[in-house]
T-cell receptor, first 112, second 114 residues
């Protein structure tokens, strides 16, 4: 079955700097890759997702890149702000009917 | 519209007792997940319901855990003979399906087993 790894487990950046979180997956058939953000004490929420037919997707300060050959995808946050501090989870699934597999999470701290 | 709701929001029980946790998904959503999250940890998959298919129970940690989804809507997670290590936040998430794959999480039930 699918296995998703995520690095780093913790990340601290200065406000205004960029943050990059990387994930790898094992099942080459996976084609849907969402990212969820979980603020302290709150529920996870989808922030961006990408499908295998594109290599990059952007939404304001957030971007996700996908390398299907290498089976890895990354989340990029530019101009980080304190409110970006949270745990970020990557995930992968094969189709919309398959179970989504989450990575272990990255705790991001943005230092003012 | 209404999001995913869970009840109770907090549950304190004694070791050995049974507990039932309820999840009300978004109306019309075809898929439902249960996860367990210990303090500072990730999302531990428990069980996945997709439409009328047999549920994927591969994440249930022991036979003390079971879940059902009645009428394709409300789901109940039951933990029998609770142990202290069952203490965690239990999250459910619903998915619309039909190509819409976003998981909408409920607020969770915080379970404390004394």
């Amino acid at each position: 079955g699918e296995n998703v790894e995520q690095h780093p487990s913790t990340l601290s950046v200065q406000e205004g700097d960029s943050a990059v979180i990387k994930c790898t997956y094992s099942d080459s058939a996976s084609n849907y890759f969402p990212w969820y953000k979980q603020e302290l004490g709150k529920r996870p929420q989808l922030i961006i997702d990408i499908r295998s037919n594109v290599g990059e997707k952007k939404d304001q300060r957030i971007a996700v890149t996908l390398n299907k050959t290498a089976k890895h995808f990354s989340l990029h946050i530019t101009e980080t702000q304190p409110e970006d501090s949270a745990v970020y989870f990557c995930a992968a699934s094969e189709t919309s009917y398959d179970k989504v597999i989450f990575g272990p999470g990255t705790s991001l701290s943005v230092i003012p | 519209g209404a999001g995913v709701s869970q009840s109770p929001s907090n549950k304190v029980t004694e070791k050995g007792k049974d507990v039932e946790l309820r999840c009300d998904p978004i109306s019309g959503h075809t898929a439902l997940y249960w996860y367990r999250q210990s303090l500072g940890q990730g999302l531990e998959f428990l069980i996945y319901f997709q439409g009328n298919s047999a549920p994927d129970k591969s994440g249930l940690p022991s036979d003390r855990f079971s879940a059902e989804r009645t009428g394709g809507s409300v789901s109940t997670l039951t933990i029998q003979r609770t142990q202290q290590e069952d203490s965690a936040v239990y999250l459910c998430a619903s998915v619309a399906g039909g190509g819409q794959e976003t998981q909408y999480f409920g607020p969770g039930t915080r379970l404390l087993v004394l």
